[in-house]
């Protein structure tokens, strides 16, 4: 063989593998654009607008330590899904652990409250059958106040959970938008790489073989050296 046919075999296969990459990252960019749009129009669907700066509490701004995204998205519109992350994990999530604790039950979640409202019920029944009318009043009130925080805890962690599927989606496109890029880098050196085979397939002596003993001796080596490394 000679090192022309060589060098536009290795070539020609790079430029054929820097094609595929560059298809290949034009599909992701285009499963990003999508995931970045949809995203961005069903999000302003809703029109949810954070809070303006000078509405915050102190409460609100200084919950947890991501909180202060609350700050940087002051009066915005959520449109993407960093901000349904922020806006779900320390506003929503805050405002119910408020609801919690002044309702006397915190920490407490929607699935728990389930065996509260319960465990309430079943002392209700019990003081009913007693007579005992003053304690039933006060477990109802209790009952009553459980109810109502397990129905704010269930409209509060739906929205909390489409907002966080919201913000995966979101992910999936930041992702698949890294992967174009890199794609096109890879494309772009195998290109480079594959001009300068031609180049040298063009320049090298029509009659130039390639030397075998010198191609065995490598490989040899090579593998001699792969061995010891294995050793």
């Avoid at 060589?6 to 499963?31: R, S």
């Avoid at 809070?51 to 995204?69: F, H, I, M, R, V």
């Avoid at 979640?109 to 005992?132: N, P, V």
């Avoid at 009043?137 to 489409?162: C, H, I, M, N, V």
């Amino acid at each position: 063989m000679t090192r022309r046919h060589l060098d536009f075999i290795f070539a020609g296969g790079g430029a054929l593998f820097a094609i595929l990459l560059l298809v290949f990252g034009l599909v992701m960019k285009d499963q990003s654009d999508f995931a970045d749009s949809y995203v961005r129009d069903q999000l302003g669907q809703q029109k949810i607008t954070f809070a303006a700066a000078d509405k915050l509490t102190d409460e609100e701004k200084n919950w947890q330590s991501g909180s202060s995204c609350l700050v940087d998205y002051a009066g915005k519109l959520m449109e993407t899904g960093k901000q349904a992350e922020c806006y779900a994990n320390y506003y929503i999530a805050m405002h119910m652990d408020r609801s919690a604790k002044s309702a006397g039950w915190p920490g407490e979640t929607y699935a728990t409250m389930g065996a509260i409202r319960t465990d309430l019920s079943a002392q209700i029944t019990a003081a009913k059958e007693k007579g005992d009318t003053t304690a039933a009043a006060d477990l109802q009130k209790k009952l009553d106040a459980a109810t109502s925080l397990r129905s704010t805890f269930q409209t509060g962690e739906t929205l909390r959970g489409l907002l966080l599927t919201t913000y995966g989606f979101s992910i999936f496109g930041d992702k698949a938008g890294l992967a174009a890029d890199v794609s096109w880098a890879a494309a772009a050196l195998l290109a480079v790489l594959s001009v300068a085979g031609f180049v040298h397939a063009f320049i090298t002596p029509r009659e130039k073989l390639v030397d075998e003993s010198e191609v065995v001796r490598k490989v040899g080596s090579g593998g001699a050296a792969a061995r010891g490394a294995t050793s």
